[in-house]
């Protein structure tokens, strides 16, 4: 078993900028990936970005491509996003996902692990 723990959402101007964090706990040595989604009221979750376990490569949703960046911190487990030139269209709760099985990482089905969510509101 793995749990996440997001923090670091909250409201900030359009414009801003905010650093989620996702602590990972457990049986992490078999995670494939790590990404982020989001899902906005009376939308899908979306996929926004994830980083590879093996080669540590990164992938992104077209509309935060330039504006975020997902890194990680191995010895804490941990794996960030951070969101510059925020914009209202980024109002979501975003949710931290782990996965061991080997697929798209775009797809959120293949994930096997999922945090609670933090909200990001971003005002005009």
């Known amino acids: 078993q793995v749990q996440l723990t997001e923090s670091g959402g909250g409201l900030v101007q359009a414009g801003g900028s905010l650093r989620l964090s996702c602590a990972a706990s457990?049986?992490?040595?078999?995670?494939?990936?790590m990404a982020w989604f989001r899902q906005a009221p009376g939308k899908e979750r979306e996929f926004v970005a994830a980083?590879?376990?093996?080669?540590?490569?990164?992938d992104y949703v077209d509309s935060v491509k330039g504006r975020f960046t997902i890194s990680r911190d191995d010895p804490k487990n941990t794996v960030y996003l951070q969101m510059n030139r925020l914009k209202p269209e980024d109002t979501a709760v975003y949710y931290c996902?782990?996965?061991?099985?080997?697929?798209?990482?775009?797809?959120?089905?293949?994930?096997?692990?999922w945090g609670l969510g933090t909200q990001v509101t971003v005002s005009s």
């Open positions: 996902a782990a996965k061991i099985r080997i697929g798209p990482v775009y797809r959120s089905s293949l994930y096997d692990y």
């Open positions: 457990g049986r992490t040595s078999s995670n494939s990936a």
């Open positions: 980083t590879r376990w093996r080669g540590g490569s990164s």
